[in-house]
């Protein structure tokens, strides 16, 4: 079965661009979440969307969104783009909301210049 | 509101050294615990987890008991190896569905 598939790997990206980062879940998950790791916060919950809808937020900006799509697979975009937005994004699936255990996709480092 | 504390790191041991990684936690009701272990290049995974107070998850030679007299969840080995090398994060589930982590706690076990 394969896993929890992020793209792309790596991104760099300028002040002020934007970017989507793609997420497709374990076959059968339905639960998708997203966490920013950064050195000195750890994994913070940016949102969660279970049958395609948002059913939690994290206290993020609005400049953070995400969706999902009928097949699972969800995106996250992050617009006007800033420094402190470098981090490692984390999509994580289970088959249920927020279902024990979490199956982490490897992430999309993104840097910002 | 709900957080989770863990042992600043890094940490170094020597192999076969007692391994103990301190995690408390902040929240209302009774949340589920949990280890998450990040292996060098690898996404999280489950390491084990506890339910309800006094309940003791483990995996791998890992323990951890969920005492909530103390909101603490403290991890422990009693004897680790190179291939434990990894970090590992605390978190919990709250009443409210949402997981929270803590910053992590890298290991690095030398020969």
């Known amino acids: 079965k394969a896993g929890v598939t992020q793209t792309p790997r790596y991104l760099i990206k300028t002040r002020g661009q934007q970017v989507t980062l793609s997420c497709s879940p374990i076959?059968?998950?339905?639960?998708v979440s997203w966490y920013q790791q950064t050195p000195g916060q750890g994994l913070q919950f940016l949102f969660e969307?279970?049958?395609?809808?948002?059913?939690n937020k994290g206290n993020f900006p609005g400049r953070f969104s995400g969706r999902q799509f009928s097949n699972s697979r969800s995106e996250m975009n992050v617009s006007t783009l800033e420094l402190g937005d470098s981090a490692l994004y984390l999509c994580?699936?289970?088959?249920?909301?927020?279902?024990?255990?979490?199956?982490f996709g490897n992430g999309t480092r993104l840097t910002v210049t | 509101g709900d957080s989770v504390t863990q042992m600043e790191g890094p940490v170094t041991l020597s192999e076969e050294a007692f391994l103990t990684i301190n995690c408390t936690y902040t929240?209302?009701?009774?949340?589920?615990l949990f280890w998450y272990v990040q292996y060098p290049g690898e996404g999280l995974q489950l390491l084990l987890k506890?339910?309800?107070?006094?309940d003791k998850g483990s995996n791998k030679g890992f323990e951890a008991t969920y005492r909530k007299e103390t909101t603490s969840f403290h991890l422990e080995k009693g004897s680790v190896q190179v291939s434990d090398s990894a970090v590992y994060f605390c978190?919990?589930?709250?009443?409210?569905?949402?997981?929270?982590f803590g910053t992590g706690t890298s290991l690095t076990v030398i020969p």
């Open positions: 994580a699936s289970s088959p249920a909301p927020m279902d024990s255990p979490l199956h």
């Open positions: 076959s059968g998950h339905r639960s």
């Open positions: 969307y279970f049958s395609e809808t948002q059913r």
């Open positions: 929240a209302t009701g009774y949340p589920s």
């Open positions: 506890a339910t309800k107070a006094d």
């Open positions: 978190a919990l589930l709250n009443t409210g569905n949402q997981f929270y």
